[in-house]
């Protein structure tokens, strides 16, 4: 199994403001994501974080507003650039440790809020 | 076109008694997984439950198991003898295992356990 931590917890910004997120998972993985979840709503999939290169974006997500990085297997962040008030959700790191496999953990998630 | 439908947004059951929470998706991949989590009030995703296309038999986790119809393209979660901390949301989700093969999740389902 893998274990996944997710600094901060969560924040308040403020409109026009970044945040980087940080994800640490205890072992080496395969694959990270990370996902959305706004208020009430299900889990969105931002991105798929690429260890040594550009991370692959879901369609309505780009790369200026959800810049994100892999520098090796255990570690990712992404950062949430000039921020507004519909960006408060939860955000979720995700790994899974090999490509096709029966679980894929969850960090325990950054809620953010966007005043 | 919606991958993953749960039409239940939400369900109440007795302490102690069965309840099925309804997953259809939709695939023409040859090969996915479909996973159940649960998500309660703190916001962890938690993974209860794992079944690969492939495999014959139903997936089974202590309390939970998972009635796989592939033919149907549902994957019902059973939990049995529910307990009041069974209360939070239910998410299905799938992998298809060309592509990105990232999780794509249902809309949920509230659960309610009553004493």
């Known amino acids: 199994s893998a274990v996944i931590s997710q600094k901060p917890s969560r924040d308040i910004c403020q409109r026009g403001t970044s945040l980087t997120i940080q994800c640490q998972v205890d072992?080496?993985?395969?694959?990270m994501f990370w996902y959305r979840q706004q208020p009430g709503q299900s889990l969105t999939l931002i991105a798929t974080a690429n260890q040594g290169s550009e991370a692959t974006y879901e369609s309505g997500f780009v790369i200026d507003k959800f810049p994100i990085s892999r520098p090796n297997l255990t570690f990712s962040t992404l950062t949430v650039s000039n921020m507004s008030p519909e960006d408060s959700s939860i955000y979720l790191c995700?790994?899974?440790?090999?490509?096709?496999?029966?679980?894929?953990?969850f960090g325990p998630g950054t809620r953010l809020t966007v005043l | 076109a919606q991958k993953i439908t749960q039409t239940q947004p939400g369900m109440f059951v007795q302490e102690k008694e069965a309840v099925t929470l309804d997953c259809t998706y939709d695939t023409s991949d040859p090969s996915y997984g479909l996973f159940w989590y649960k998500q309660p009030s703190s916001g962890e995703m938690i993974f209860l439950i794992y079944q690969g296309s492939y495999d014959q038999q139903n997936a089974t986790e202590g309390r939970y198991s998972l009635n796989f119809q592939k033919a149907r393209k549902s994957a019902n979660l059973v939990i049995s003898a529910s307990q009041l901390g069974d209360s939070a949301m239910y998410f299905c989700a799938m992998r298809e295992d060309t592509g990105r093969r990232a999780l794509t999740f249902g809309s949920g389902t509230r659960l309610q356990v009553q004493p």
């Open positions: 072992s080496q993985v395969t694959m």
């Open positions: 995700s790994a899974r440790q090999r490509l096709s496999t029966d679980t894929q953990y």
